[in-house]
């Protein structure tokens, strides 16, 4: 499976790093990668409703079998089914309003049968990027990265899964966040390998993708 395969209905792209590393890496298996802006369960949505989605969206996961995915809009009862369906997997991540359980994830999901969690963490996409729920620059949201470094159980490779969800109002917002995405990547993962995943609510000719491409490549000219 490549893992943009789903980019062109779920309007989300997989960038992965320029240089991965520097430093010696032990060999590793294929990695595939999904990600999947679920939709956040809206009752208002009639027939499109969470319920009458979730089990295409349980079927396209365990059909594509994905070492890792992530996931965007994903409100707490959501990720809870997510978790109970995909039974293969672990994952991490927080409510956005509190850093607890209330607003939308973005959760990231893991074979847990092939890489253990070595760290995680949390940063919000605003100016006080470590203040749970902190809301930046013009966005209509609260925003926020989720990510966590794994470890292949088998060869010892590890890398780190960056996920997020950019504000789809804010066009500063959206610049800011991927300044700052790209400078909290450099601090936390330096020249590790790593993959990051999100909705960034951006195409080709804007200036959070220019910003994002010139330290990381796009999936969708990498993938094989």
Known sequence: ??????????????????????????????????TFNIRYDNPADGIFTWDKRKDMVFWTIKAYK????????????????????????????????????????????????RFAK?????????????TPGSMGWDAACTRMVTWVKL??????????FFNTHFDHMGEEAKKQSALLLSEKIRNIARLQPLVITGDFNSNEDSEPYKILTRLFEDARDKAD
């Open 1 to 34: 499976m490549k893992p943009i395969s789903l980019l062109n209905w779920i309007v989300a792209i997989v960038i992965i790093p320029l240089l991965l590393t520097h430093c010696k890496q032990p060999e590793h298996e294929r990695i595939d990668v999904m």
């Open 118 to 130: 070595v760290d995680e963490g949390h940063f919000w996409l605003s100016e006080t990027p470590d």
């Open 151 to 160: 470890k292949e159980v088998n060869s010892g490779y590890a890398f780190f």
């Open 66 to 113: 994905p070492d890792v995915v992530g996931i965007q809009e994903a409100l707490h009862g959501q990720v809870n089914e997510l978790d109970s369906a995909l039974s293969d997997y672990s994952w991490v991540g927080l409510g956005r309003d509190d850093g607890k359980e209330n607003g939308e994830y973005v959760p990231l999901f893991y074979r847990k049968d």
